[in-house]
């Protein structure tokens, strides 16, 4: 149980676009849900907190209009990059908070590349 | 303010040799929960073990064990007889109760087992 997934797995864009990443939990409900951004040979950065219903809270430093999340049901959450550039490319990991467990479900990642 | 140390950037041993990836943490709460995540180079992060601040009990799973000392707010994980398919990069994470259960990650230590 408690799997969760992204998708898509890799994606490959053009400066200027916007990509959109699913994250789903598969098997559970997730109120919660964490997006996370890891660049090559570091740690995962905490983006945002996405809670179903209700606008996300964004770390500092992220731009909440470049990266916009919706979570709009209980096992989906999406992340949009907008209007992405070539620094933008990263690894994107997204997690579910598992119901009173304290412990979050990661995806596999997204890895995204924009040229 | 929390944070959690990961002082050993890459460690590398041939198989069959012990080896322990130190973690070191900051928290003002009394209650808090740590973790210990494998990252494979496909990416996707294996949950490996959560420990309740609360608990101080060593423990023991196959060839993981993990020794928590809250005296010295250290939870260090060593893995014994190491084999190849033990390289990867491991996280030690903190998870902030306070603050919608976020993880705080360290930067992660390397770790290359060679046959």
């Known amino acids: 149980g408690a799997v969760v997934s992204q998708h898509p797995s890799w994606v490959i864009c053009k400066s200027g676009t916007s990509v959109k990443i699913e994250c789903r939990s598969l098997d559970f409900q997730a109120t919660t849900m964490f997006w996370y951004r890891q660049f090559p040979k570091q740690s995962l950065m905490l983006m945002a907190t996405s809670n179903e219903g209700s606008k996300a809270t964004y770390e500092q430093g992220v731009e909440k209009d470049k990266f916009l999340i919706n979570h709009a049901s209980l096992t989906l959450s999406t992340l949009t990059v907008t209007s992405a550039h070539p620094e933008d490319s990263s690894f994107y990991i997204c997690s579910a908070l598992g119901t009173g467990t304290y412990e979050q479900y990661f995806g596999p990642g997204t890895r995204l590349t924009v040229t | 303010a929390q944070k959690v140390t990961q002082a050993q950037t890459e460690i590398s041993v041939v198989e069959k040799e012990d080896v322990t990836l130190d973690c070191v943490y900051e928290?003002?709460?009394?209650?808090?929960?740590l973790f210990w995540y494998k990252q494979p180079p496909s990416g996707e992060l294996v949950f490996l073990i959560r420990r309740n601040s609360f608990d101080e009990q060593n423990e023991i799973s196959g060839r993981y064990s993990w020794n928590f000392q809250k005296s010295t707010s250290s939870f260090n994980f060593t893995i014994t007889a190491s084999q190849v398919v033990d390289s990867a990069v491991y996280f030690c994470a903190l998870s902030d109760l306070n603050n919608t259960d976020k993880l705080i990650f360290g930067t992660g230590t390397r770790l290359q087992v060679f046959p």
């Open positions: 928290t003002r709460d009394t209650t808090y929960y």
